[in-house]
């Protein structure tokens, strides 16, 4: 057999029947369920009378909605009714669902790796886009809509068709102060948000292979941002290593025979890609973004761009409407930009090495008296506990930082934790969308690290000149 | 699923790349457990003045009278033309249900985004991608000429103009049956139950670690 890349080896090993025109039903490992995508699907199941077709494939929690403060109900009546939608179709389908208050509730992309129930070879599918986060385990992960929901709950199945392949190899070393989620925008900012529609990306080379599994998570969590529903890293010892021991993974000889299988997870010497994208890690800055897509993004020693200098008409109409709501002048410096608020968590920055990541730039330091609020959100209850455990919930709580529980938080404000018309904020989350975190808000996406610096300075900064 | 065969509507003009689905329906509008009823909430931060809440009755709000959707020679539009990428960001299928719920047929870019791509089939929204240049063209010709109109042939796989141009577009041979037959995706599927059970067997055999019951 010809030599296949690891989205040949992921999508072959799961195909059941093609149609003539290569639309395929691809059988599904392991379904993710969260509160806000999945209530019509069990009502469409319902109105059918059809069963769930392997319950045991599904895991779910609470995370969109729920409040980061210390309460114990939600307030919102319809924020509420949406969480026990979700608790009534779990009970009444013998689902096993992560609720408010169970120390493993978290953020849907957290908890699935956290709990080893996202496996190396894996399709894993959720009714969010940020389903990509778990290619970082070499498995094909893809966000999916409501219908889409209800017919992998029937049938265990996808109706899909096979993308394109890219290569994103990242050669060399990260300088000191750069991370996975600069990678990440420097990717974007490179191909743009749309560079990777109708692409699997596979991330590669030495510059990945150093990455962590957090590190890997941040980078595939924002292959959706480049436009690609699925982002994947190859199987290798970090991906074993961190897999052990973990309540979903395999033990004793089964243990032994899924590493001989995990092994084989990755691309073949001179296998095909469609596209290659080649960066030098050590090229790689410190990114922010500027604008109100994530493809509007220079480096920390960067300055907001000029609209009268770009020659096409609606790239040129674009920067223009996004300086307009970002409240920007042109060619002004990124590190003159002043922020109000700062926000560390979401599915992408708010595992225990991206706290530890901001923790380090905090100790000792004070939060920036301009800054109206700056809070950290772990990604779930293991991981504030773990924190917690290294006393880094007190690095951020004397430095000013409040310190939340999980949840998807002011990523996207369905809760109450969200920005106010007009206020901008470092964030480490991925989308900044109009509007996304609070109606008017003022987005700048970062590293963790990064925007523990933008909390410290009170506007943007570079990490390495703290 | 509606059907999808011909259509015949006025079109309006979305003079943007980029329209993310946080844009098409805000993320307060997602606590619905309906899958109906987003239409009034359809671009709900360009559309109205102030912030807009769910449940609220929105017949009073204030418009924003700069929002092409909201001038009157736009009024009872089903063909939405709009720049690259439309639909990126979120999965949400809220998206595809708002445009559908405030009477959008089909919506013409030079692309589109993966996800909301596939959940505007399993609507009946038919996601047409013409070439730049074609698009650009027919945002000239909406913007000049008021009340243009357009004409969808899915079977012939044609966009045509009232002078009689025509404009061919690509479409998936499985999504184009299932359009013009309003098939239910889940239906079809289980015709397939046996070989799904087949290939989980087999599965379940080779990899049992991906079958257990929970977490230890």
Redesign the interface.
């Known amino acids: 057999m010809s030599a296949q890349t690891l989205y040949d080896k992921l999508w072959h090993s799961h195909v059941?029947?093609s149609?003539?025109?290569?639309?395929a039903?691809i059988?599904i490992?392991r379904h993710l369920v969260h509160e806000?995508?999945s209530?019509?699907a069990f009502?469409g199941l319902r109105l059918?009378n059809?069963p769930v077709?392997?319950v045991?494939s599904i895991l779910a929690t609470q995370d969109?909605?729920v409040p980061t403060t210390a309460v114990k109900e939600i307030a919102?009546p319809?924020?509420r009714?949406?969480v026990s939608?979700l608790d009534a179709n779990c009970k009444s389908y013998g689902i096993?669902e992560f609720a408010m208050g169970d120390p493993r509730q978290g953020i849907v992309h957290v908890i699935g790796p956290e709990?080893g129930?996202t496996?190396p070879?894996?399709t894993v599918v959720c009714?969010?886009?940020h389903?990509s986060t778990h290619g970082a385990f070499a498995a094909l992960a893809m966000?999916?809509?409501?219908?889409?929901v209800?017919?992998v709950l029937?049938?265990?199945?996808l109706?899909s068709?096979k993308?394109k392949s890219m290569l994103v190899r990242v050669e060399g070393s990260l300088r000191p102060g750069v991370t996975a989620k600069d990678i990440a925008l420097a990717v974007i900012g490179e191909i743009g948000?749309?560079g990777g529609?109708?692409y699997a990306i596979e991330f590669g080379g030495s510059g990945i292979r150093a990455l962590s599994m957090e590190g890997r998570m941040t980078l595939c969590n924002m292959a959706?941002e480049a436009?690609?529903?699925n982002g994947m890293v190859a199987a290798d010892e970090t991906t074993i290593a961190y897999l052990k021991g973990r309540?979903?993974?395999?033990?004793a000889q089964?243990?032994d025979?899924?590493v001989a299988?995990w092994n084989t997870l990755h691309s073949d010497e001179g296998a095909h890609f469609d596209r290659v994208v080649e960066i030098a890690a050590d090229s790689i800055e410190p990114q922010v973004t500027w604008g109100t897509?994530p493809e509007m993004v220079t480096t920390v020693g960067g300055a907001v761009p000029d609209p009268s200098q770009e020659s096409d008409a609606?790239?040129r109409?674009?920067i223009e409407?996004a300086l307009a709501y970002m409240g920007l002048k042109a060619n002004t410096p990124i590190t003159e930009i002043e922020i109000d608020k700062v926000f560390i968590g979401s599915c992408t920055n708010s595992r225990i090495e991206d706290l530890r990541a901001a923790a380090d730039v905090v100790k000792g330091r004070k939060v920036s008296s301009r800054v109206k609020l700056a809070m950290v959100v772990p990604g779930s209850g293991l991981v504030k506990a773990a924190a917690e455990r290294e006393g880094l919930d007190r690095v951020f709580t004397e430095a000013g930082f409040e310190w939340r529980n999980p949840g998807c938080s002011m990523c996207?404000?369905?809760n109450d934790d969200r920005l106010e018309p007009g206020e901008r904020c470092a964030s480490t989350s991925n989308?900044n969308?109009?509007?996304?975190q609070g109606?008017g808000g003022r987005t700048h996406l970062v590293s963790p690290a990064m925007a523990a610096a933008a909390a410290i300075a009170g506007h943007f900064i570079d990490i390495r000149n703290l | 699923m509606q059907k999808f065969i011909t259509h015949q509507g006025l079109v309006a003009p979305m003079?943007?790349?980029?329209v993310?689905t946080?844009?098409i329906i805000?993320?307060?509008f997602?606590?619905?457990?309906?899958?109906s009823g987003f239409g009034p909430n359809l671009f709900d931060?360009w559309r109205y003045l102030d912030?807009g809440q769910?449940?609220q009755d929105n017949s009073g709000r204030p418009l924003n009278p700069d929002f092409v959707l909201n001038h009157a020679r736009y009024q009872g539009a089903s063909i939405l033309i709009a720049?690259?990428?439309f639909g990126?960001?979120?999965?949400?299928?809220h998206a595809?249900w708002a445009l559908e719920d405030y009477g959008f047929r089909a919506i013409i870019a030079p692309?589109?985004?993966?996800?909301f791509h596939?959940?505007a089939y399993?609507?009946g929204l038919l996601p047409i991608t013409l070439p730049a240049d074609c698009v650009d063209e027919l945002l000239h010709i909406t913007a000049s000429q008021e009340g243009f109109r357009l004409t969808i042939d899915l079977s012939q796989q044609k966009v045509t103009t009232p002078d009689g141009r025509a404009f061919a577009f690509e479409i998936?041979?499985?999504?184009k049956y299932c359009l013009m037959e309003g098939l239910d995706?889940?239906g079809l599927?289980?015709r397939?139950?046996e070989?799904?059970k087949n290939?989980?067997a087999s599965?379940r055999v080779a990899?049992?670690?991906?079958?257990?019951?929970?977490?230890?």
């Open positions: 059941i029947r149609e003539p025109d290569g639309t039903l059988y490992d806000v995508t209530p019509q009502e059918n059809r077709w392997r045991s969109h909605n919102d319809v924020s009714l949406q939608t096993t709990q129930a496996l070879g894996m009714g969010d886009s389903t966000g999916i809509g409501t219908s889409e209800e017919h029937a049938t265990q199945c109706l068709k993308a948000t749309a529609t109708g959706i436009g690609a529903r309540p979903y993974a395999p033990t089964q243990w025979a899924a299988v897509s609606t790239r109409h674009g409407k996207l404000g369905m989308r969308f109009e509007g996304r109606t | 003079d943007r790349a980029n993310d946080d844009a805000p993320k307060q997602l606590k619905s457990i309906q899958r931060a912030e769910p449940g720049r690259e990428n990126c960001g979120s999965s949400r299928e595809p692309s589109f985004a993966d996800i596939s959940n399993k609507n998936d041979g499985f999504r995706d889940i599927t289980l397939y139950a070989e799904i290939f989980e599965r990899q049992p670690w991906l079958y257990v019951e929970s977490a230890r």
